[in-house]
């Protein structure tokens, strides 16, 4: 979800590489607008995405969204074979598509209207040039040049880097094992302490990350953390939680990913989010943060919904052996 402002068939599809975190090929994206909260929420579906209308249509309805923009990227006949039974269900829903267009080439064809206001050779178009493009690089929208690459972005470095890496996992492993009981508290503290710093432009050590990925096993430190996230998230957060994701100890990844994964979410970087999750069940498939956070972006729940349910600092559930649970 995001505050960015479409108006047009052209504003959509500048949106639609910063609302997805990159741009798309052989896909259906499908915008809800008109919603109860006043954003939009953006959908991709594979294409030929068979058997997805209905999913989709619930999603947009069950958040409140009145309208839907349909944008599909790919040839002629498939493009058309997927929007047909997207734009029924919608409207079935009721979330009528304002707009279908099919995008290629630089250019934009629409699947609505057969009269000479759409020209048979496309409308070009530049999303250089769109203030909606301007706008979302404002705002700390990055848009790369395919899903490949969004997925590379959370992907641990080769070479010297990742050697580096394990010899401070080892090095933190062999001092967290002979430290002396300490309170989950001063481990709360580290990691307040670092991204506070991160937010200044300073990146952590090899060492702080290795010894980040340590204290996030504690389930009360990291759930400390997670409620701590700011709701519009800045760009320096999510670049300090994507810089420990991919630097982190593989075996320490679930937690900083899902940690990821839900600051991306809170800012509608669902791209980022879906990514971030996928590392985070790749290392761990029952890691429960990682498992809850991928149900609420399954079901499109808004990032303001979801905080809504969630506990503050003082409000956590902390149990007998200290740990605390985020409440929903």
Known sequence: MTSLVIRSAQDAIAAVPYLLGFH?????????????????????????????????????????????????????????????????????????????????????????????????????????????????????????????ELIASVRPPEGPARTAMRRAAERAERRYLARPISSAEDDLAFVLALTARARTGSRPTDDEVAWLGLVLTDPRVRDETWIRLEEDASAADIAFWRDIVRRVDPARVPAPASLLAFAAYSVGDGGLANVALQRALDADPAYSMAVILREVVNAGIAPAKLRTGMARPQNLDRSANGGARAAW
């Not at 090929?25 to 068979?50: K, Q, Y």
């Not at 997927?82 to 734009?87: E, I, L, Q, S």
């Not at 409207?91 to 267009?101: D, H, L, Q, Y």
């Not at 209207?113 to 530049?126: A, I, K, N, R, S």
């Open 24 to 148: 798309p090929s052989r896909s259906l994206v499908v915008i809800g607008f008109e919603g109860r909260s006043g954003g939009t929420c953006a959908i991709r579906l594979d294409l030929p995405a068979p058997g997805a209308a209905e999913r989709v249509a619930a999603v947009l309805a069950g958040n409140g969204f009145a309208r839907s923009l349909l944008l599909g990227y790919g040839p002629p006949g498939e493009v058309a074979e997927a929007a047909r039974p997207m734009r029924a269900a919608l409207a079935a829903a009721g979330v009528p598509v304002a707009e279908a267009i099919r995008v290629a080439d630089g250019r934009w064809w629409s699947l609505t209207c057969d009269d000479v206001c759409c020209p048979p050779e496309g409308t070009p178009y530049d999303i250089s040039a769109s203030a909606v493009a301007a706008e979302a690089t404002f705002g700390g929208h990055v848009a790369l040049a395919d899903r490949a």
